[in-house]
């Protein structure tokens, strides 16, 4: 499986994105996913994550304003982001849960 991230970009305080994470390969319903973030110098965070049944669970800090879904036939997962603060501002990667695939990040900046 090989991951590719995107979506980020520049967005206001209260706005919004959506991220994708495409997936290579035919296994990508096998796994669960997950979205981490990471600002430099700090430790990788588990920000949502979505079983392969579509069970999801998500950091206390994103939970209302955050959304994780995935659509099998796509081999895609999304991540959609609302009411966006200055502190959600890092680079997003998508990760297929207990493996080892990372996909290169996507820089998220929220800012006036």
């Known amino acids: 499986v090989q991951l590719v991230e995107s979506g980020g970009g520049l967005v206001q305080p209260g706005g919004s994105l959506r991220l994708s994470c495409a997936a290579s390969?035919?296994?990508?319903?096998?796994?669960?996913m997950g979205w981490y973030r990471q600002a430099p110098g700090k430790q990788r965070e588990l920000v949502a994550l979505v079983t392969r049944n579509g069970g999801t669970n998500y950091a206390d800090s994103v939970k209302v304003r955050f959304t994780i879904a995935r659509d099998n036939a796509k081999n895609t997962v999304y991540l959609q982001m609302n009411s966006l603060k200055p502190e959600d501002t890092d680079v997003y990667y998508c990760n297929a849960i207990s493996t080892s695939v990372w996909g290169q990040g996507t820089q998220v900046t929220v800012s006036s």
């Open positions: 390969g035919s296994l990508f319903s096998r796994y669960a």
